[in-house]
T-cell receptor, first 114, second 115 residues
């Protein structure tokens, strides 16, 4: 009965080779978020979609892009992964963008760069 | 921008011991406060949240947290921990007045409960 599903759980890619991470949700939530979490660090918001409206955080590198083709799916594209991009990537959803709405997280995708 | 500090990186307790995990935030305006828990191999789950009203908030599994505005703190407590509470705990804040929709997390505190 997972509600926010991330695929794959583990992803290995080569330095500079584009990679796409996937997130889907069964909650019909309006908002979908992508976070990056490096070892022993706090999850850091990269961007979020409010419906089709894309909102990038100011310090998110250009190397990171996102697509939301429909309500259920959201993708994180890393155009040219560097060694510093190895991390856990978390997808989350919330019903509305109002700040008192809790976020529901997926299990994450652990990305390794060779 | 707001920030969140969690004082302890790793806490080790015996079963039945009392727990208090510290969380301090920096933002002078109105805040919403959250504690999330991540059990081994699982996703982040909401433990409890504070938006307004009674500053003592009760969450799932016997956890509670107290918002002390004057101290910019939102410490998590449990009177008697169990082995199943072994997990990583994250404090998080967002600030309606900051004009940002960002949920800012602390670095997390790993709790190990010894049977």
């Amino acid at each position: 009965d997972a509600m926010v599903i991330q695929n794959p759980r583990y992803q290995v890619t080569q330095f500079g080779k584009p990679v796409t991470l996937s997130c889907s949700q069964t909650l019909n939530h309006n908002v979908m978020y992508w976070y990056q979490q490096k070892s022993s660090q706090a999850p850091k918001l990269l961007f979020h979609y409010y419906d089709k409206d894309f909102n990038n955080e100011a310090d998110t590198p250009d190397n990171f892009q996102s697509r939301r083709p429909n309500t259920s799916f959201c993708f994180l594209d890393i155009r040219s992964p560097g060694l510093g991009d190895a991390a856990m990537y978390l997808c989350a959803t919330s019903s509305h963008r109002e700040l008192n709405q809790p976020q529901h997280f997926g299990d994450g995708t652990r990305l390794s760069i060779l | 921008a707001q920030s969140v500090s969690q004082h302890n990186h790793h806490v080790i307790l015996s079963e039945a011991a009392s727990l208090e995990l510290g969380c301090n935030y920096s933002y002078g305006g109105t805040v919403n406060l959250f504690w999330y828990v991540q059990y081994p191999g699982q996703h982040l789950q909401l433990l409890l949240k504070y938006f307004s009203g009674d500053p003592l908030v009760k969450g799932i599994k016997g956890f509670e947290a107290e918002f002390i505005k004057s101290k910019f703190s939102f410490n998590l407590r449990k009177p008697s921990v169990q082995w199943s509470d072994t997990a990583e705990y994250f404090c998080a804040v967002n600030a309606p007045g900051a004009g940002s929709y960002q949920l800012t997390f602390g670095k997390g505190t790993k709790l190990s409960v010894i049977p």
